[in-house]
């Protein structure tokens, strides 16, 4: 079991930008991919982007690509989403997730480990 935990959430003005941050005290949470999810009031959570095992392969969904980009720093243990261009319907909590894997998947089921979420939220 890895624990995670997510930061840097806050409240941004459109056109903003924000880094959140996931963190594990965990060694073995470099063995494991890791993904960035969202989940806005009454819908359901959504995949927004992963990196692998190495932080080689990223992969987005397409209502992020170009704005948000995920990276990890293998010394500070930690995965980082940097977002910018910020729209208020980014407005959402957003976990991040990890599996002792190679690669991310875009299934929430996919995924053992789970942070407790941070709010982000975009005023217009």
């Known amino acids: 079991q890895v624990e995670l935990a997510e930061s840097g959430g806050g409240l941004v003005q459109a056109g903003g930008s924000l880094r959140l941050s996931c963190a594990s005290s965990?060694?073995?949470?470099?063995?494991?991919?890791v993904g960035w999810f969202r989940q806005a009031p009454g819908k359901e959570r959504e995949f927004l982007a992963g990196i692998s095992r190495s932080g080689a392969n990223t992969d987005y969904t397409d209502s992020v690509k170009g704005r948000f980009t995920i990276s990890r720093d293998r010394a500070k243990n930690t995965v980082y989403l940097q977002m910018s261009s910020l729209k208020p319907e980014d407005t959402a909590v957003y976990y991040c997730?990890?599996?002792?894997?190679?690669?991310?998947?875009?299934?929430?089921?996919?995924?053992?480990?789970w942070g407790q979420g941070t709010q982000v939220t975009v005023s217009s």
């Open positions: 997730a990890s599996r002792r894997t190679i690669l991310t998947a875009p299934a929430t089921r996919n995924y053992s480990n």
């Open positions: 965990r060694s073995a949470f470099s063995e494991h991919a």
